[in-house]
Nanobody, 121 residues
Framework: QVQLVESGGGLVQAGGSLRLSCAASGSIFSINAMGWYRQAPGKQRELVAA???????NYAASVKGRFTISRDNAKNTVYLQMHSLKPEDTAVYYC???????????????WGKGTLVTVSS
């Protein structure tokens, strides 16, 4: 069994900052890419940022320069540091990871349950 648990969401004023964390636990052999997605009310889920096991990153154009994704491979944890938050960043943020479990020869996508980020104007 593998679990992804997010934390760090909350209510913040526009211009403020938040840091999200997502820890993977369970019978993990290896983790490939990790990432953050978000889904605002009435909208489709979208990629916010992703990071490979080697540290290469990719960002949505809307957050580039304001958000930073990082990971601690020893802790199986990915972070999303968010600065200069805008009301349009309001969404449920989901953690995603491609994880290969112990005893398996392939990786699978796993998702956290999400954490709500609300940015007030």
């Amino acid at each position: 069994q593998v679990q992804l648990v997010e934390s760090g969401g909350g209510l913040v004023q526009a211009g403020g900052s938040l840091r999200l964390s997502c820890a993977a636990s369970g019978s993990i052999f290896s983790i490939n890419a990790m990432g953050w997605y978000r889904q605002a009310p009435g909208k489709q889920r979208e990629l916010v940022a992703a990071i490979t096991s080697g540290g290469s990153t990719n960002y949505a154009a809307s957050v580039k320069g304001r958000f930073t994704i990082s990971r601690d491979n020893a802790k199986n944890t990915v972070y999303l540091q968010m600065h200069s938050l805008k009301p349009e960043d309001t969404a449920v943020y989901y953690c995603n990871a491609e994880i290969r479990r112990v005893g398996e020869w392939y990786g699978m996508d796993y998702w956290g349950k999400g954490t709500l980020v609300t940015v007030s104007s």
